[in-house]
């Protein structure tokens, strides 16, 4: 428990926002994604674009419904981040010949050619986080916040509630 918390126990009851691993999370989220948007601006990205970018780079040719999901984003939202990147020419939708319904996205090679420009942007933000940290603390921190996600998978809330501890906090002394 925290000196200030240690004197006023409402304070300890209501999560501080230091301890909170939410907040802690979104906050370093929030301050990567404008440092990000910063360095990749000058190319026409948006952060929108950068996250469909990243999946089609790794996975070229989904259709629109499955980088969607990947991104974490409803369809209809995602039809109009990709009608930008379509007018920009880094991506084309192909309408599928099997299925009328399904959409195909792929990249144009002026998408591709924008993964050698902006992925340093993104290792220069990732640097600029973890500066001061050693290889084996990065790795810790990356093994940790996987493991916090995959407990947070929905295969795992399905199981009966339960009592979980609060992490336990070194004493001051």
Do not use: C
């Amino acid at each position: 428990m925290t000196r200030r918390a240690a004197k006023d126990p409402d304070r300890a009851l209501a999560l501080p926002l230091e301890e909170s691993l939410g907040f802690q999370v979104r906050d370093l989220n929030r301050a990567m994604q404008r440092a990000l948007q910063i360095r990749i601006q000058p190319s026409g990205a948006t952060l929108g674009a950068w996250y469909f970018l990243r999946v089609l780079w790794e996975e070229d040719s989904l259709t629109q419904r499955e980088l969607a999901a990947r991104i974490g984003m409803q369809e209809p939202t995602a039809v109009i981040a990709l009608r930008g990147m379509e007018e920009a020419g880094w991506i084309t939708r192909d309408r599928s010949m099997e299925d009328r319904r399904k959409v195909h996205i792929r990249l144009t090679e002026a998408g591709r050619a924008l993964r050698e420009q902006l992925l340093p942007r993104a290792r220069e933000v990732i640097g600029l986080a973890t500066q001061g940290m050693s290889e084996a603390e990065i790795g810790t921190l990356l093994g940790l916040l996987k493991r916090a996600r995959a407990n947070l998978e929905p295969s795992s809330l399905i199981q009966a509630p339960r009592r979980v501890a609060a992490p336990r906090r070194p004493r001051s002394g």
